[in-house]
């Protein structure tokens, strides 16, 4: 009997130990890219000349920043609250907005998106939500968000962002992914009612119907998800851009030759830059990537090196330091949420 224990254990145990190297060599190569980061801005610009420019940024420049970035965090909240109110009636905004600031603290700040996770987990423990549902929401969310950027892209390619121009056909095909998958729901419910013949429903069906029953359905709900996303995503790419002027016409002085891009151009090297930071790489918190897809587009439209670097390294600084506070005030607020009023469970695992 212990033998068979220990042949069934022994898997279960490999399996346990292939994860955990896992997660050692994915933060140690977000660890050498944060490293090899630093290294380059201390080198071609240095840390000393990245904080003379973010000391020199007007104050409008850095109230649009905060006050767009804001508009474009309370419009995923509303957007968050409105898919989870589609599973359950009695959602509360307070613990969406709880639920939606610590996910993204953890989506954003670990490694190869695992931080996607907490979502269904966050839900079903502030909010006593199916987390199978909020899967369904969460894939929803995340394929909508891609068709909007690939929108988005294309707009400020046709208004002269050429810097976007590798990724045309990626945007194009991305617009089509809500469609298809509406496509793809409708299909899957007909094939989870099949019936089996009086035979028990298996647990992928149920979990099937759980999961898609997260995603929006009526044609109303979907269209207002879509024009929350757009609002989201126009006001953030806004923000960036506004961050990124002003940091350039701060570095001017140094580098008086320097013409400062057009407002579509600095919308399209921000578009890249973040696209490239939420790619599921192995990086911490997106360090290192953001950087380079940022650089690469300013460097595009005619910014020098050092000018480039310093206003990545500056914007997702401070993308960062909103990103962190809000995880922390979405974590106590969630606390105490549930501590005086604590949701029901759902009762399902």
Same mark, same amino acid.
């Given at each position: 009997m212990?033998?068979?224990?220990?042949a069934e254990?022994?898997?279960?145990?490999?399996?346990?130990?292939?994860?955990g190297?896992?997660?050692?060599?994915?933060?140690?190569?977000?660890?050498?890219?944060?490293?090899?980061?630093?290294?380059?801005?201390?080198?071609?610009?240095?840390?000393?000349? !990245?904080?003379?420019?973010?000391?020199?940024?007007?104050?409008?420049?850095? /109230?649009?920043f905060?006050?767009?970035?804001?508009?474009?965090?309370?419009?995923?909240?509303?957007?968050?609250?409105?898919?989870?109110?589609?599973?359950?009636?009695?959602?509360?905004?307070?613990?969406?907005?709880a639920?939606?600031?610590?996910?993204?603290?953890?989506?954003?700040?670990?490694?190869a998106?695992?931080?996607e %996770?907490?979502?269904?987990?966050?839900?079903?423990?502030w909010? &006593?939500?199916?987390w199978?549902?909020?899967?369904?929401?969460?894939?929803?969310?995340r394929?909508?968000?891609?068709?909007?950027?690939?929108?988005?892209?294309?707009?400020?390619?046709?208004?002269?962002?050429? !810097?976007?121009?590798?990724?045309?056909?990626?945007?194009?095909?991305?617009?089509?992914?809500?469609?298809? %998958?509406?496509?793809?729901?409708?299909?899957?419910?007909?094939?989870?009612?099949?019936?089996m013949?009086?035979?028990?429903?298996?647990?992928?069906?149920?979990f099937?119907?759980?999961?898609?029953?997260?995603?929006?359905?009526?044609?109303?709900? !979907?269209?207002?998800?879509?024009?929350?996303?757009?609002?989201?995503?126009?006001t953030?790419l806004?923000?960036?851009?506004?961050? /990124?002027?002003?940091?350039?016409?701060?570095?001017m002085?140094?580098?008086?030759?320097? !013409?400062?891009? &057009?407002?579509?151009?600095?919308?399209?090297?921000?578009?890249?830059?973040?696209?490239?930071?939420?790619?599921?790489?192995?990086?911490?918190? &997106?360090v290192?990537?953001?950087?380079?897809?940022?650089?690469?587009g300013?460097?595009?439209?005619? /910014?020098?090196?050092?000018?480039?670097?310093?206003v990545a390294?500056?914007?997702?600084a401070?993308?960062?330091?909103? /990103?962190?506070?809000?995880?922390v005030?979405?974590?106590?607020?969630?606390?105490?949420?549930?501590?005086?009023?604590p949701?029901?469970?759902?009762?399902?695992?």
């Amino acid at each position: 009997m212990s033998r068979r224990n220990d042949a069934e254990r022994a898997p279960t145990s490999t399996l346990r130990r292939r994860f955990g190297a896992r997660r050692v060599i994915t933060l140690l190569i977000g660890a050498m890219l944060a490293a090899a980061l630093a290294w380059t801005v201390h080198h071609v610009v240095g840390w000393r000349a !990245v904080g003379i420019t973010a000391l020199s940024i007007g104050a409008s420049y850095w /109230i649009g920043f905060v006050g767009l970035l804001s508009l474009s965090y309370a419009t995923r909240v509303v957007r968050l609250w409105r898919l989870l109110r589609n599973i359950k009636p009695n959602a509360q905004l307070a613990r969406s907005a709880a639920v939606f600031f610590v996910h993204n603290g953890f989506a954003s700040l670990l490694p190869a998106r695992i931080g996607e %996770a907490a979502l269904p987990l966050l839900a079903r423990r502030w909010m &006593g939500i199916d987390w199978a549902s909020v899967i369904g929401a969460l894939t929803w969310w995340r394929l909508v968000d891609v068709a909007v950027v690939g929108a988005i892209g294309l707009l400020l390619l046709a208004m002269g962002a050429d !810097v976007l121009a590798p990724l045309y056909v990626f945007a194009f095909a991305a617009c089509a992914l809500p469609l298809i %998958a509406l496509a793809l729901r409708r299909m899957l419910l007909r094939l989870g009612d099949t019936t089996m013949g009086g035979s028990a429903t298996p647990a992928w069906r149920r979990f099937l119907r759980r999961a898609l029953a997260g995603m929006p359905a009526r044609a109303g709900a !979907v269209s207002a998800d879509l024009l929350l996303a757009i609002t989201a995503w126009s006001t953030k790419l806004a923000a960036f851009s506004a961050l /990124i002027a002003g940091a350039l016409q701060a570095s001017m002085a140094a580098v008086p030759a320097t !013409v400062l891009p &057009g407002l579509r151009q600095l919308a399209g090297a921000a578009l890249a830059g973040d696209v490239a930071g939420a790619l599921p790489t192995p990086s911490i918190a &997106g360090v290192g990537p953001f950087e380079a897809g940022l650089v690469l587009g300013l460097q595009a439209v005619g /910014i020098e090196l050092a000018q480039a670097l310093a206003v990545a390294v500056l914007l997702h600084a401070a993308l960062l330091a909103t /990103i962190a506070v809000g995880a922390v005030s979405g974590l106590l607020g969630g606390l105490l949420l549930d501590r005086r009023r604590p949701a029901r469970r759902s009762g399902r695992g």
